[in-house]
């Protein structure tokens, strides 16, 4: 039996990417297991899908925190730690983290991005590819540090931008391709001596 190291997913949204994750994790030969989805948001559609999975899935609303972002991620903080978890994953996950949760997590918390950093860190970043007039665009994971979509990169996988996308085609493509490296990334940090994953014919995946 393959030992498991526990996760926490963190999510703010619809979680597609905790879908991915959740789907890797149930295979006997994945090196996680999720002991924990939080969210900041109540009604974050993630947290059923979790429920539904039979997680533990939690939201610690971040409203009533008003300004204090340090005190929210404290709340943060401790739901982690009572979880027992070793591995934090950001899937989605929409605020800024301030210095507090990135230090205390530094090397064992991971972020999905939707481009290949560094270029265009932030949001929008589909539009913003298009804009540009870039011909590969794709998704990054990497490691969670201070400064915003920043830290060192784990893997990408890139895709081609066809001649007559929209942010949401590109979306979309890039969006299939972050299912894949999510995973792909997560098991390379945990089991380094596993397999690279494979490139397929659609796009190029390196972790
Ligand atoms: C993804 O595009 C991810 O890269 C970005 O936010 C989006 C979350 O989507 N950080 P989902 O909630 O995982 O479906």
Redesign the pocket.
Known sequence: MQHKTPIAIL??????????LIESCARPDYPARIALVLSNNPD?P?LDVARAAGLTAQAIDHRPYKKDRAAHERALDAALRAAGVDYVC?????RLLTPFLTTAWRGRML????SLLPAFPGLH?HERALEAGSRIHG?TVHWVTEGMDEGPIIGQAAVPVLADDTPDML?AR??RQ??RLYPAALHRVLAPDAAPAAATSDCLLSV
């Not at 999510?11 to 991915?20: E, T």
């Not at 972020?111 to 939707?114: R, S």
């Open positions: 999510i703010s949204g619809r979680g597609s990417n905790m879908r991915a974050a993630g950001l899937a989605g996950y929409m972020n999905i991005h939707p970043t998704c979306g890039v969006l972050e299912h």
